[in-house]
Every structure is written in structure tokens, then in C-alpha cells.
């Protein structure tokens, strides 16, 4: 049997007395140096402060409404062009790259409800305050041609919301009901309605295409199929949601925005509680939007302000603001995922950055390699806390930065009053209930 001894020698690491300073040992290969963690670290430290100072979000505006901006509707196939509706009935179709308003036509009288474009991209419907539902071609009309819908289809209600399958001629209104519509028929081919007055909001599922969410009047979140009769169940919130948005990656999860000052993540299959409790808005959140890759969404809100969050995250990584934009009312990010269009109060259309300190343009090798290389050391340093602050900090505008602390102070408050109730109580009778809990209602199914 062969026995292997361990051998040391003290001499190596142990100290002749105790004013010897400790022996460290040494790794002399050339590739791990001594230093290597404290450059690292003064490099990251480095590049998330020159991120900082890079970091210029906002790049152009475009105007040209005559009213507030009411909806936005990005193209199907086509990443440079937008099309916007405004509070006086206008529509107007942008060019992105020239920065430029390319068409203008008069679709409705009183507010533009909602916009879509077709799946194949060649056309797309509006619904207005004037109860109708219109079909315009993409293209500008010839010279001498009218500007003439397509198709008009006269309703009975007002409409609120649209949206369009993404594979199938259908799409989907909602007013007093929900109605899905087969774009030859001037008739809902299927109604849904759950003892509600009226739905804000309706959107198709962009992965499980026959699925639905609709916002309704009575805080409710109400999920549907179209190959069912009846709707399938419904989620009801202490206070009223106004948008709903589907992941595009994940096809159970969907994100609501809430008049709360919240936005709430929930997973279809367990509608009892949300999946994440989204907060840093203090104002009602009135739109969102996800980004093309599912990892992170774009909210809008009363407070003037556009939040960027990821989707598993309770915190905002990012904030856009500026001193004229007045009330966000909606939110698009674009299908290459690289810009963020906010429609305001204003009149205005604002193109941002997604990500705010990307250099735009063609980047040459090493300039992409070195991006990479401070990407990753910021990654590996994020929870230093000097790298930590230096990242976190943004800078809000007064009245945002009041609002946010006076409602730091009442949660606090409330949160103080609750533990001293439960103190001075039976065992218990007062259960702590958690954040994502208090918002939910019931489940109706």
C-alpha cells in the first residue's frame, strides 16, 4: 500500500517573531499579476463614471400636431417609419431617419383612440371618438387622389383601444365590450362582456396569438381566448389599470400599468398575486411598452417623466426627463431595440436612446472591443459601493425629487403604524401581508 505524506516546511509562512510582517504567498506566473483586481477595479470605477458623462439620451423631436399626442403605432416591417394620432383627429406618418413628417390626413373627428398596423405592414386601421373603425393604406395617395380610408366600419359605441392578430386578417376593439372583428365583415365576429361599462385598453398575446388582455373601468384585468365563448378569468386591483402590455418572449407574463403610481408583472397562470411590484413613478403610469427582446419595458407617466425597467427588477435603471415635455401619454420602444419614442401633452414626439451612453453609429473594431471590455468590468464591479452610487444617481427634477421623498416618509409611516399595531394585538389577528398581496383584490374565474 502506498501512503502520500503531506510536507511543509514552517519556514515558508510562518513569522520568526510576531513585529514580522505576515508572509503572503506568491504566484509568479506572468499571466495572474498582483495588482490585477485593484486596476480592474480603478478601470470600472473609471468607465461608469465616463458612462455618466456620456450619457445624452435625447435626440431629436418631431412636431408638427396641432394637439396633444394620444397614440403611437410602430410599423410591422418598416423600422423607420411611425405613425402618430393626435386629440384633434389628425394622423400623421413619419420618416424616423430624415426626421421628418412624410404625410398628414384627417382621420377622425375628436380624439384618435388607438392605431394599428396590419401585420403585413401594407395598412393600418384607426378607431376615433366618432364611433368608427378606418382601414388607410400605408402609401400617400397619388398625385391628384383623395385621401380616402379603405374601409370604414361605423360602430355604436365609442371605441377605446385596438390592437391586430399577428398572424390573421382579425383584430380587436374594446368601447362598452370587447369585440374581435374579421376585417371583411362590417360585424363583430365574437363580443365579449363581463358586467363591466367599458374597457380603456385591449391587447392580442404576440406569442399565443388566439389570447387577450383588456384594462377595465372596474380595476379589473380581464384575460380572454378567442376560440372560447366566454372570457377566461379576470384579476381585480385596489385601484384602476390603464394599459396592458404582453412579454414578447414569454408568453404567460404580462406587465399593467395602474393609476396607483405602480406597474405590476403577473404570470396568467397565477393571477393571485403579481410576479413583481414595479415602483419609482410618483404619478399615475398611463402606458408602456416592452422592448423586442422581453428583458426590460418602457413606462409613460402623469409625473412627466419615462422610466426604463427591467422586467424581473422593482426599480427603475433609468430615467428620461426634460423641462418642456409635459404629461407622457404614450410610449413605443422600436423593434431593433436601440430607441424609445414618447408621445406628450405637448404636441411633441420625442426620439430617446434606449440605451442612453451608446455610441450611435459604426463603431471600429477595437472602439467595440474596449465598449465590451468596460461592459464587463462594470458588470463584475456593479455592487461596490462606490461603483454602485456613481451608477444609481440620476438627477430628477425638484418636484420629482420632493414627491418621491414625502412618499418615502408615508410608506414609512404606514409601514411604522402596522408593526405597532400588530405589537400592541393578539397573535395573529393582524397578519403582514405582503407588498405584492395588498394590491389584489380577488381572481374572478
Known amino acids: 500500500m502506498k501512503v502520500k505524506l503531506l510536507s511543509r516546511n514552517p519556514d515558508d509562512y510562518v513569522r520568526e517573531t510576531k513585529l514580522d510582517i505576515q508572509r503572503v504567498p506568491r504566484n509568479y506566473d506572468p499571466s495572474l499579476h498582483p495588482f490585477e483586481v485593484s486596476r480592474e477595479y480603478t478601470r470600472a470605477l473609471n468607465a461608469t463614471k465616463l458612462e455618466r458623462v456620456f450619457a445624452k439620451p435625447f435626440l431629436a423631436s418631431l ?10 403605432a410602430k410599423h410591422t416591417t418598416n423600422l423607420s417609419t411611425l405613425l402618430s394620432g393626435s386629440c384633434d383627429g ?10 421628418e413628417c412624410v404625410r398628414t390626413l384627417q382621420a377622425h373627428e375628436g380624439f384618435v383612440r388607438g392605431m394599428v398596423v396590419r401585420h403585413c405592414g401594407t395598412s393600418f386601421f384607426t378607431v376615433g371618438d366618432d364611433k368608427t373603425i378606418k382601414q388607410w393604406k400605408i402609401e400617400a395617395p397619388a398625385y391628384g387622389e383623395e385621401e380616402e380610408p379603405l374601409n370604414t366600419i361605423l360602430g355604436k359605441t365609442v371605441f377605446t383601444g385596438l390592437d391586430h392578430h399577428r398572424k ?48 377595465a373601468s372596474d380595476r379589473s384585468i380581464v384575460l380572454y381566448d378567442m376560440r372560447e365563448p366566454a372570457p377566461l378569468k379576470k384579476v381585480i386591483m385596489t385601484m384602476r389599470s390603464n394599459t396592458v402590455c404582453w412579454n414578447p418572449m414569454e408568453a404567460y ?15 396568467m397562470r397565477h393571477l393571485e398575486k403579481p410576479v413583481t411590484v414595479h415602483m419609482d413613478h410618483v404619478s399615475a403610469v ?41 404629461h407622457v401619454i404614450c410610449i413605443k420602444w422600436s423593434a431593433d431595440n436601440k430607441y424609445i419614442l414618447s408621445g406628450s401633452d405637448e404636441m411633441n414626439i420625442r426620439l430617446w436612446k434606449a440605451n442612453a451612453a451608446e455610441k450611435l453609429g459604426v463603431l471600429a473594431p477595437r472602439e467595440r472591443q474596449a465598449a465590451n471590455y468596460s ?67 380577488t381572481v374572478v374565474k
Open 63 to 72: 412636431d408638427g400636431h396641432r394637439d396633444g399626442v394620444n397614440c403611437l
Open 253 to 267: 407574463y404580462f406587465t399593467c400599468s395602474n393609476e396607483d403610481y405602480n406597474l405590476y408583472t403577473y404570470d
Open 168 to 215: 390573421e386578417g382579425v383584430f380587436a376593439t374594446c368601447g362598452q365590450q370587447v369585440d374581435v372583428w374579421d376585417e371583411q365583415r362590417s360585424s363583430p365576429i365574437r363580443s365579449f362582456t363581463w358586467g363591466v361599462d367599458s374597457f380603456s385598453a385591449v391587447r392580442f398575446n404576440p406569442v399565443e396569438t388566439e389570447l387577450l388582455a383588456s384594462c
Open 286 to 326: 398611463l402606458d408602456l411598452d416592452y422592448s423586442p427582446t422581453g428583458k426590460e419595458f418602457v413606462s409613460a407617466s402623469f409625473d412627466k417623466t419615462i422610466r426604463i425597467f427591467p422586467k424581473d427588477g422593482g426599480h427603475s435603471r433609468e430615467v428620461y426627463h426634460t423641462k418642456r415635455m409635459q
Open 90 to 99: 389628425e394622423v400623421k406618418v413619419w420618416n424616423l431617419t430624415k426626421r
Open 375 to 441: 461592459q464587463k468590468l462594470k458588470e463584475k464591479y456593479q455592487h461596490h459601493p462606490q461603483i454602485k452610487r456613481i451608477a444609481n444617481h440620476r438627477h430628477l427634477p425638484k418636484i420629482i425629487y420632493h414627491q418621491t421623498r414625502e412618499q418615502r416618509v408615508m410608506k414609512e409611516a404606514r409601514r411604522k403604524k402596522e408593526r405597532n399595531v400588530r405589537k400592541h394585538s393578539r397573535p395573529g389577528t393582524v397578519p403582514v401581508v405582503s407588498e405584492k398581496e395588498k394590491h389584489v383584490v
